[in-house]
């Protein structure tokens, strides 16, 4: 039984920085997508980064302009990070860690290629 759970979420001033963290379990193939999305008041989800969990090729979001890096971390659990720096009010939404089954690379920011999901934390910027 796959399972996410994400951390790190809160309030910040613009221009302030924030790392979210996401703890997978429950996967037993070593070969599929860890992304983050995001929802911001009113508006539709939308992807914001993603790395495949076999070699560590990343993808972002073109708007993102190099603020947020994706990184993950196998040592023990399998843990996805998003480090956010420079943070504008117009990144203020849900933020959620999701995770594909097996698949080939490369990943994608489509919601359609997670199967599981966490359940989103707050990020406040003002």
């Known amino acids: 039984h796959v399972q996410l759970v994400e951390s790190g979420g809160g309030s910040v001033q613009t221009g302030g920085s924030l790392r979210l963290s996401c703890v997978a379990s429950?996967?037993?193939?070593?070969?599929?997508?860890l992304g983050w999305f995001r929802q911001p008041p009113g508006k539709e989800r939308e992807g914001v980064a993603a790395?495949?969990?076999?070699?560590?090729?990343?993808?972002y979001d073109d708007s993102l302009e190099g603020r947020f890096t994706v990184s993950q971390d196998t040592a023990e659990t399998t843990t996805l990070y998003l480090e956010m720096n420079g943070l504008k009010p117009e990144d203020t939404a849900i933020y959620t860690c999701?995770?594909?089954?097996?698949?080939?690379?490369?990943?994608?920011?489509?919601?359609?290629?997670?199967?599981?999901w966490g359940q989103g934390t707050q990020v406040t910027v003002s």
């Open positions: 429950g996967y037993t193939s070593s070969n599929y997508c």
């Open positions: 790395i495949y969990t076999g070699d560590g090729a990343t993808l």
């Open positions: 999701a995770a594909s089954w097996w698949t080939p690379a490369p990943c994608r920011l489509s919601s359609s290629l997670y199967a599981y």
